[in-house]
């Protein structure tokens, strides 16, 4: 998921041309290291009371069954010291012998398995979802218009494509501007430390350099301003490198119609959705801070006195690595979940989503599989600040059933005009501005609760984000949201966690929350671990501390408002380990 400094990033530069406030949280502060598993009451951090729940609640009591969490991800650094003592083993296997001993069709699957990549290496890079299906439906439908006779499915597939050219053409030029600011910034930062002969200059130091251009001057506003909010110049600067880098692969491959190496590097047989015998066992892969820092949430280390502790403190971490830097795989995160359930996981955690689909009745039959086994899947709800109930988000708890079919036949949404490239606009110097000037304005569909009804998986926990302070700010203002859709808010927000290499970060996303409330089910599972998946996602929603007063978020129409937590989730609150604990002992 996207870097979500980096949003803010490019906020700020159109800020600061056109002086509006913005509702993004600031990250000019020190929160505890810990503080997503603190208490709002006994410290003022709105977390989620799990260190009291086993300072009070557990301290005489030993948890009855080791639970195994399967993070399905970009990879995890099995030898950080806070996870080593943690990760799942399959000790059927014998490590390095190039023989599947165990005789599950995966060889040396010590830690887990890697279903993007092979002898040849791994995948490191990999297409949008929407550019994938674009390349599916250009040669088909580019000539075609409005007038061209097409039967019914014919129709729907060129909606549909109509639909991705519109998308892709603002993602694509959101990038490009994204990128064009990130040079600029980058640049000036690279000219200061030249002149300065340091690695990395002072906000003294770009103070006292002399701008070039009134183009320079904006930058220079630019980095005091990031600086500030993301609490000094180093974090400011991290962040510009690493987007750099991101929006760099964004251009280069993501939003690359060319670039497809999946074949040569993966080299399964793709059109087989029921293909389970590809990947390697390299878990880590070429990049595995994301999954790392996810892994580290649910459970680093409790008792080690290194690094962080996580949520849960009796479980083995799987590691499944089926994202790449892109869009994951409909047919990877498929066998991803069937790997987990297959190996013993009762909690799968999947911090990653896209905005199209490919094969999702593959998927489907996965998520009924680990239903059928009693696994309980966690899932983020994405970082685009927007309403789920209204806009697509895969993968998600709803079938492709016959029901679903005749529903969305029944309620076709509006398709937005074709993409039309903006013209450049004046005024702060940087080529920025607003993004609602990039739509066409679409009336909005009111929302139809019976939707919501319609065939879905009961062993599903939808997962906002939430900031640390109990005010209007509670809600992390780039987390989706929806009042049907989503389940339940964690903390998401400035979390400390496990990155590759013995080190530790903080970072930001539903990326951050999800794997908190993993850790949450398998406390309580560890615990009590008769509990089914439906149950334990009735203790987690039922035992929220609820959320009374308004909270800022920005509404579908894309405005600032005031709402009630209510409006954002099922739960009407924020997830609580000591509540939850406390409820799970009346289940019998």
Not at 491 to 514: H, K, W
Request: aromatic share 10%; with cysteine; glycine share 8%.
């Amino acid at each position: 998921m996207m870097n979500i400094g980096l949003k803010k990033i490019v906020l700020i530069a159109f800020l600061i041309g056109v002086n509006t406030v913005s509702f993004a949280q600031n990250k000019n502060v020190k929160l505890p290291a810990n503080w997503f598993n603190l208490d709002l009451a006994e410290n003022g951090f709105f977390g989620i009371s799990a260190d009291k729940a086993y300072r009070e609640i557990l301290k005489d009591k030993q948890p009855k069954q080791k639970i195994i969490v399967a993070v399905i991800d970009g990879g995890v650094d099995t030898n950080h010291e806070d996870l080593k003592d943690v990760l799942w083993t399959n000790k059927k296997e014998i490590p390095g012998n190039g023989i599947d001993d165990d005789g599950n069709g995966y060889i040396d699957d010590i830690h887990g398995w890697n279903f993007i990549g092979s002898k040849k290496g791994n995948l490191e890079f990999d297409n949008l979802e929407l550019v994938r299906l674009l390349r599916i439906y250009t040669p088909k439908y580019q000539s075609t218009t409005n007038l061209t006779p097409l039967d019914s499915g014919q129709k729907e597939e060129f909606r549909l494509y109509k639909k991705m050219v519109g998308d892709f053409g603002k993602k694509y030029d959101d990038a490009s501007q994204t990128f064009s600011v990130l040079i600029k910034i980058k640049k000036v930062i690279d000219s200061v430390a030249k002149i300065n002969k340091v690695e990395i200059p002072t906000l003294e130091n770009i103070s006292n350099y002399k701008a070039d251009d009134e183009e320079e001057e904006q930058v220079k506003k630019i980095i005091f301003r990031g600086s500030k909010d993301d609490g000094g110049f180093e974090k400011f600067y991290k962040n510009i490198k690493d987007g750099y880098k991101q929006y760099d692969a964004m251009l280069k491959y993501n939003l690359n119609p060319k670039y497809d190496m999946r074949a040569e590097l993966v080299g399964d047989d793709y059109a087989n959705s029921k293909q389970r015998d590809y990947g390697n066992n390299d878990v880590k892969g070429p990049d595995a801070q994301h999954g790392t820092h996810v892994s580290g949430i649910i459970g680093a280390n409790r008792g080690n006195s290194l690094g962080i502790m996580g949520v849960a403190n009796h479980v083995s971490i799987m590691a499944i690595r089926v994202v790449p830097t892109g869009d994951e795989r409909d047919k990877d995160v498929a066998n991803g979940i069937r790997y987990a359930v297959d190996n013993g996981a009762k909690v799968i955690n999947m911090s990653f989503g896209k905005a199209y689909k490919w094969d999702k009745k593959a998927v489907d039959e996965a998520i009924k599989y680990a239903e059928s086994k009693d696994v309980l899947l966690v899932h983020a709800a994405g970082n685009d600040a927007k309403n789920n109930d209204v806009e697509e988000n895969y993968p998600n708890k709803y079938y492709d059933s016959p029901e679903a079919e005749a529903y969305k036949i029944a309620n076709k949404k509006p398709v937005l005009a074709d993409f039309t490239p903006p013209k450049p606009m004046a005024g702060n110097g940087m080529g920025m501005r607003p993004g609602m000037d990039r739509t066409p304005v679409v009336k909005p569909v009111p929302l139809d609760s019976a939707k919501y009804k319609l065939p879905h998986a009961t062993n599903w926990i939808e997962v906002g984000a939430s900031a640390y302070k109990d005010d209007e700010s509670l809600k992390a203002e780039f987390s989706n949201y929806g009042k049907y859709n989503v389940d339940v808010f964690a903390p998401g927000f400035l979390i400390n966690s496990t990155v590759p290499n013995n080190q530790y970060e903080e970072l930001d996303g539903t990326s951050m929350a999800s794997p908190v409330v993993s850790g949450l089910a398998a406390l309580i599972l560890s615990y009590y671990p008769h509990l089914k998946p439906a149950q334990v996602r009735e203790i987690i929603i039922k035992s929220v501390t609820k959320v009374l007063h308004k909270v800022k978020n920005t509404n579908d129409k894309g405005q600032n408002v005031r709402v009630p937590f209510s409006e954002l989730c099922i739960s009407g609150g924020i997830v609580n380990a000591y509540n939850a604990l406390k409820l799970a002992e009346t289940y019998k």
